[in-house]
């Protein structure tokens, strides 16, 4: 075995979704375990009376590999059912079996040993990956040292080194219907070397890029109190109707104004999880007596797939007075099967901005946008 990413900056929503996009300015962190050896056993080591007088019998799956050895006096972490602490090598049976100064609890089967004598210095350093403004290429933006604790665990804080790659410049044209916005988000991901100490040279084991472990970030902050943390799950769009409440569009404001003749547009994030789907944006305008005045239905560019999207607002009719904007997902190309994903400054809806129909059922206005 080798090192195990055990938590990731995804969470998954109540609704059994999964957000990979996290918001840039607060802690992005991975936690990693060390895993030596796999444990086969654990059992009682002699027959002293009563049982816990005994010292324990570890069995491995299979031997240690050279470099790495087992010998009497080394000090091994062993984490195998209640077992879970450093303790004394007593002696060596073979390089799979041995005993260990603990005192005997009952039986265990499974579970990892690591070896803190032997592997000494034992570090990791993370590489750190931006990915280019394609998708396709990673490029490495920096790198950390990190040591484990006793148990083998490790964290790594990479936020600081992603922040580089976003920026504040607005290159929104405000006439393309949808825009990826590579200074507002992007894709990383991290790789990491195992490093440590032998008698005769450093031992050096590396991991792969597993690129269904990309993440996204998006250049934003949350309230770390806030559901999900850092996580930007709320903002995420998934193409069910598992979480009661859809996705919000990224905008302070419930009910935002448009001020005629100045630039205005909205921010959502296209999201892994619906790049599969066509998706249309949506628009209704309606004049002071809530008469439709106006309609618009295009289909999303799926070149700002993987990206936070600057979505144009369309043309503001004279008489209008208030424009409702959503996306439509089709699910299957089936149309009787759209959902309208509405966004999140209705005010009708405060404690569900983000409503889930069908057709044929006509919705109620979606969302409120005043023109002034």
């Known amino acids: 075995m080798s090192i195990t990413v055990t938590k990731y900056p995804k969470r998954t929503t109540t609704?059994?979704?999964?957000?990979?996009?996290?918001?840039?300015?607060?802690?992005i962190i991975y936690e990693l375990q060390r895993k030596d050896y796999t444990v086969l056993s654990v059992t009682k080591n002699g027959n002293l009376f009563p049982a816990f007088k005994n010292t324990i019998r570890v069995k491995l799956n299979s031997p240690v590999v050279s470099p790495d050895t087992i010998t009497e006096g080394d000090f091994i972490y062993i984490k195998s059912g209640v077992y879970d602490g450093v303790y004394e090598v007593g002696s060596v049976t073979s390089q799979s079996e041995f005993a260990l100064q603990a005192s005997f609890k009952g039986n265990s089967t499974g579970g990892f040993v690591n070896l803190n004598t032997v592997r000494e210095n034992y570090h990791l350093q993370v590489e750190i990956l931006g990915v280019n403004d394609s998708g396709t290429n990673y490029y490495v933006?920096?790198?950390?040292n990190i040591t484990a604790s006793p148990a083998g665990v490790m964290k790594v804080d990479v936020h600081e080194w992603i922040k580089e790659v976003a920026d504040y410049k607005n290159e929104y044209n405000y006439t393309t219907l949808n825009v990826k916005d590579k200074n507002l988000s992007n894709g990383f991901n991290i790789r990491f070397i195992e490093t440590w100490e032998t008698e005769d040279e450093n031992?050096?084991?590396e991991s792969t890029i597993v690129d269904s472990a990309r993440h996204f970030f998006v250049n934003a902050a949350k309230q770390i109190s806030e559901q999900y943390g850092q996580n930007m799950a709320i903002y995420c769009p998934f193409p069910n109707e598992l979480d009661a409440n859809k996705a919000k569009f990224l905008s302070g404001f419930e009910v935002p104004t448009i001020f005629r003749g100045y630039p205005f547009d909205l921010q959502f994030i296209y999201s892994d999880n619906i790049s599969p789907y066509i998706i249309y944006s949506i628009s209704e305008q309606y004049d002071l007596n809530g008469g439709l005045v106006a309609s618009d239905n295009e289909k999303l560019d799926v070149a700002g797939i993987l990206f936070v999207n600057r979505l144009r607002i369309p043309p503001i009719n004279a008489s209008a007075k208030r424009i409702n904007m959503y996306l439509q997902i089709i699910v299957s190309g089936v149309p009787d099967v759209e959902r309208l994903y509405q966004s999140c400054y209705a005010e009708s809806y405060a404690d569900d901005y983000y409503e889930c129909l069908t057709t044929p059922v006509i919705p109620d206005p979606p969302e409120e946008l005043p023109i002034a």
Do not use: C, D, E, F
């Open 15 to 27: 609704g059994g979704n999964v957000s990979k996009w996290v918001a840039l300015h607060n802690p």
């Open 141 to 144: 933006l920096g790198s950390a």
């Open 203 to 205: 031992n050096i084991q």
